[in-house]
């Protein structure tokens, strides 16, 4: 009699993740999803206790009773469950919770992992089970517990001393913030040194080349001031000056290169290269990694895990890319010995591959139809850096020729790429360095004959505000947060209003200034970066058994609790003054914050004047109101535009009248129903935005979607945007018309 086939359940975080691995392990795995973590520590309180060597109590999330109520519903028909959550230690800490609130014996649950959704890691995975690494789990737990201590003791602090502002700190998050005000502070305090540059056109018959001056009476070039580079400038005009090629140097380099992505290299090479924030970064990552839908092929995982620091490659990825290298490129492209990459910093979890494509032979343009523009490109970045640090170095050919007039030496050059090696699919500088092409053919001892000299003045630059990117690369060579961390840290400091996007630069606002300035008087152990890379650390050494993980709390506490007390007694009641005087009492005007985020000028006089002014972003108080060509339509008067704490309106400058209405946003589409009113933007009683006619309720025109100002060739009814993951399209608004084109990218 045949043995009957086990009937398995595989518990992931995310549902697109079953669609991939159902398709790879067939109808007798069934695959359901816990939706990220269904328990937390319990709402309003610290959630573990203090007495008792700091043991933490969970509870079910309450949104995931009933996904926690299907799981165990399901485990329980199930021979065996097989936990498969992120294979780093919050997808370890997660699939601890699962185990905790299904009710199946020990010995049917086993915990897998994989780095890649491809059927030999999944199928290795399920044959290769193992227990529930505890020590991850209370590194994790660790990890959430001292977050949790600092953001229940501070934040109280806060909002005792900065009561108007809604402020909350974070462990790692006010430190990223304080990197930006100190980034912030240094700009400000930057003086601007002049200096000057010299260069020269010269011909060497018709030819035209430049030259730089490099060196002036065998001294490094140092011109402080327009004086000096006017000597110079008058010496090289000089009538018997002669201008010769002293020396030509040509030497080949090799260009090798770099490792295959980690998390940080990849926000940061996606947000130069492609404009990406970090958030966007991951979310697009996350998707290719957990399977995109290949027509045919069904839903397929193109990326090994995006969360990872380690830059280790396995055998088989190696030997695949060598196979693609050889037979698409030819011999030449692929080095003599495979390229192994080491990350030289402390704290790299090395149990993961660095971020690769998961099938070598997927290359970007094969699959491009089935991507988002946005997928196509990030995974295009991902595919060409991983097979470029397989390939062979690239020869470059480097030519400097010197250039002697006197007591000046100017020194000009070309480099000409002779092996493309790598380069072929690969370019790892931010941009392509232009080469000077045109050099005439120059040997030494040659005249040249001065066209003119070009002396510039310049003043050095302050250090530049930090970039998502460049953030992400401070925290790291800091060791502050790991790669799961980089994006919520740089979202929540945002979110929170204590730093704003500016020419897509991170500078802190008026309320980020002001809080790091008091975290850093009265909370200087967290925010000390030394301290936060150090407990990162320990967080390691608890995840490798090598530091027990309550003790590691118990050494925080004790002065931690302290310095609490002392923020409690010593922190003064802080209020943020503003240079605007009350229109009506004439005290000062501070910033406040609403319970929804916005800020604006509220009167120091509060409750007695409860004057409030709407807010600049430097500030200064925005401009009380704007003239507009609105009559109102109660009594006719003229309209003014001013703004509130909650946005812009329209007044009525009628003193008995006092009308106001909401400013509608149009879509500057004519109404095809009515033909007189505009199609404006509106929002439901659940905040859902939808497009109607502004006659209404003369016109009942509305559409889900936003009307364009095109017609459908085939019916004659008006065309409206239809945006989904895969593709942004505009479709006939008529329901019986098929009519359907691609928008033009923006």
């Known amino acids: 009699m045949a043995k009957k086939k086990e009937h398995i359940l595989i518990i992931v975080e995310s549902p697109a993740k079953s669609k991939t691995i159902k398709k790879i392990l067939g109808s007798s795995y069934e695959i359901e999803a816990s939706y990220g973590h269904i328990r937390d520590f319990p709402p309003k309180v610290l959630g573990f206790d203090v007495q008792h060597d700091f043991t ?14 299907k799981l165990n519903d399901l485990a329980q028909k199930a021979d065996k469950v097989l936990l498969a959550s992120d294979p780093d230690r919050e997808g370890e800490a997660i699939a601890w919770h699962v185990r905790q609130v299904i009710n199946v014996p020990d010995d049917k649950v086993f915990r897998i992992e994989f780095n890649e959704i491809t059927p030999k890691a999944v199928t290795y995975a399920v044959e290769h089970s193992r227990q529930i690494d505890m020590q991850r789990v209370k590194a994790q737990q660790t990890r959430q517990i001292l977050d949790r201590l600092v953001g229940y003791k501070i934040s109280p602090v806060l909002w005792e001393k900065m009561r108007n502002y809604h402020l909350s700190a974070g462990r790692v998050q006010s430190v990223a913030l304080k990197m930006i005000c100190e980034r912030e502070d240094e700009i400000k305090a930057f003086t601007p040194v002049e200096y000057w540059s010299i260069s020269i056109d010269l011909l060497k018959g018709k030819s035209k080349f430049n030259a730089e001056l490099s060196k002036y009476k065998n001294e490094k070039i140092d011109i402080k001031n327009e004086d000096e580079a006017n000597k110079i400038v008058e010496y090289l005009k000089e009538k018997d000056r002669t201008f010769n090629v002293s020396k030509v140097t040509t030497r080949n380099s090799q260009r090798k290169p770099t490792a295959p992505f980690i998390t940080s290299t990849l926000q940061r090479e996606a947000s130069t290269k492609l404009g990406y924030g970090v958030s966007k970064t991951m979310q697009i990552a996350q998707k290719l990694y957990e399977g995109i839908d290949i027509g045919t092929e069904g839903s397929v995982g193109l990326i090994t895990y995006m969360r990872t620091d380690s830059v280790r490659i396995s055998d088989d990825a ?45 290359t970007p343009e094969s699959i491009k139809q089935y991507l988002t523009s946005e997928q196509y490109r990030l995974y295009k ?69 001065l066209k003119e000299v070009l002396p510039k003045q310049h003043f050095t630059s302050p250090p530049p505000r930090y970039t998502e990117a460049s953030l992400v690369k401070a925290l790291e060579e800091h060791g502050i947060g790991r790669p799961s961390t980089y994006a919520p840290i740089i979202s929540k400091i945002q979110q929170k209003n204590y730093v704003e996007k500016i020419d897509k630069a991170l500078a802190p606002t008026i309320l980020g200034t002001t809080l790091c300035k008091q975290l850093n008087e009265h909370f200087k152990d967290i925010m000390n970066y030394k301290f936060t890379a150090n407990m990162e650390t320990k967080l390691d050494d608890i995840a490798e058994n090598k530091l027990v993980w309550n003790e590691v709390i118990k050494d925080f506490y004790t002065p931690f609790i302290e310095t609490v007390t002392n923020a409690k007694q010593n922190m003064q009641k802080v209020q943020i003054e503003s240079d605007t005087l009350c229109p009506n009492c004439g005290s000062k005007m501070v910033i406040r914050t609403s319970r929804y985020g916005t800020q604006f000028l509220g009167c120091s006089n509060y409750p007695e004047c409860k004057t409030m002014l709407p807010l600049n972003k430097d500030g200064t108080a925005a401009e009380m109101q704007k003239e507009t060509e609105e009559k109102c339509e109660k009594c006719g008067s003229a309209m003014v535009q001013k703004t509130g704490p909650y946005g812009p309106y329209l007044e009525c400058t009628n003193e008995q009248c006092k009308n106001r209405k909401r400013i509608i946003k149009s879509t500057g589409v004519k109404c095809p129903k009515c033909g007189e009113g505009e199609i404006v933007f509106k929002k439901s009683k659940y905040g859902k935005v ?14 889900w979607y936003e009307p364009v100002n095109e017609k459908c060739p085939e019916c004659g009814s008006i065309l409206v945007k239809k945006i989904t993951k895969k593709a942004k399209k505009l479709e006939c608004s008529n329901k019986n018309c098929s009519f359907s084109k691609d928008m033009e990218e923006e």
């Open 56 to 69: 933490p109590s969970f509870e079910v999330i309450p949104e995931k009773k009933a996904v926690v109520k």
């Open 318 to 362: 190696q030997t695949a890319a060598k196979d693609f290298i050889l037979s698409q490129y030819g011999q030449e492209y692929y080095p003599k010995t495979p390229n192994n990459y080491v990350k030289k910093s402390k704290n790299v979890q090395d149990a993961h591959e660095a971020i690769r494509p998961s099938y070598i032979d997927k």
């Open 381 to 449: 970045l991902i595919w060409s850096k991983f097979m470029a640090s397989q390939m062979e170095n690239a020869t470059v050919k480097n030519t400097t020729i010197d250039i002697e007039a006197g007591d000046c030496l100017f020194k000009t050059g070309i480099s000409k790429v002779v092996f493309d090696g790598y380069l072929k699919v690969y370019n790892d500088e931010d941009e392509e360095k232009e080469e000077i092409s045109k050099l005439p053919d120059l040997k030494e001892g040659d005249e040249l004959k």
């Open 690 to 703: 939808f497009f109607a006619c502004n006659k209404y309720p003369d016109c009942d025109f509305v559409s």
